[in-house]
């Protein structure tokens, strides 16, 4: 069996982010052909067109990091109704300068847990705008809007719902199908 690279973006820059929780659990859950490595993007600075001639090296480890996997996973939360500007930022770096996306043809999923009953759909409705113009193949079913109650998801990573982590790991098997699909029809791009 094929193992995958996959690289994880977690949109929120808290430490103790439900988010982390919810990153936790989908490896715990994952099939084992899927390594995971998280893309951390804190350090990065705001990104404008002024450092394309010079890109800082923090941005160059993270643009390479994204090319080194496989595919992306993105866990993010929603922050006014769309997604956390640190991760924009991160995406941002990682698709400039024009004709240097590292996002082209990798494929991607995107999940959420909120407090809030809609989880995070507007949020992940924002984000597949955005990764639909970098050319990332997303996997559009299932969707996963996760609502976050105290107890779900331990520090550990252990899902404490039957249902819920029935539902995560069907979740993760989708997408490891998802990636073989895409990546037999679109090869990885060397260099």
């Known amino acids: 069996m094929t193992t995958y690279k996959v690289g994880y973006l977690i949109g929120s820059l808290a430490k103790g982010s439900i988010n982390r929780k919810?990153?936790?659990?989908l490896i715990r859950l994952a099939p084992e052909s899927l390594q995971?490595?998280?893309?951390p993007f804190g350090d990065l600075p705001l990104?404008?067109?002024?450092?394309?001639?010079?890109?800082?090296?923090?941005?160059?480890?993270?643009?390479a990091a994204i090319r080194a996997s496989d595919a992306i996973l993105?866990?993010?939360?929603?922050?006014n109704r769309s997604i956390p500007g640190a991760l924009k930022n991160a995406i941002d770096w990682?698709?400039?300068?024009?004709?240097?996306?590292?996002?082209?043809?990798?494929?991607?999923?995107?999940?959420?847990a909120s407090?809030?009953?809609?989880?995070?759909a507007v949020a992940q409705q924002s984000l597949r705008s955005v990764l639909s113009f970098c050319n990332a193949p997303q996997m559009n079913?299932?969707?996963?809007?996760?609502?976050?109650?105290?107890?779900?998801?331990?520090?550990?990573?252990?899902?404490?719902?039957?249902?819920?982590?029935?539902?995560?790991?069907?979740?993760?098997?989708?997408?490891?199908t998802f990636i073989a699909h895409v990546l037999a029809v679109l090869p990885r791009e060397e260099g």
């Open 22 to 25: 919810l990153a936790k659990a």
């Open 36 to 39: 995971f490595t998280e893309i």
């Open 47 to 63: 990104y404008s067109w002024d450092y394309d001639e010079d890109y800082p090296p923090v941005a160059q480890a993270f643009k």
């Open 74 to 79: 993105f866990v993010t939360p929603e922050y």
């Open 94 to 112: 990682a698709s400039r300068p024009y004709g240097t996306n590292a996002f082209a043809r990798k494929p991607s999923a995107v999940i959420g």
């Open 115 to 120: 407090i809030g009953a809609i989880g995070t």
């Open 141 to 176: 079913a299932p969707e996963a809007y996760i609502q976050f109650t105290p107890g779900l998801i331990t520090d550990d990573g252990e899902v404490t719902v039957a249902s819920t982590e029935a539902f995560l790991r069907d979740y993760m098997e989708a997408f490891h």
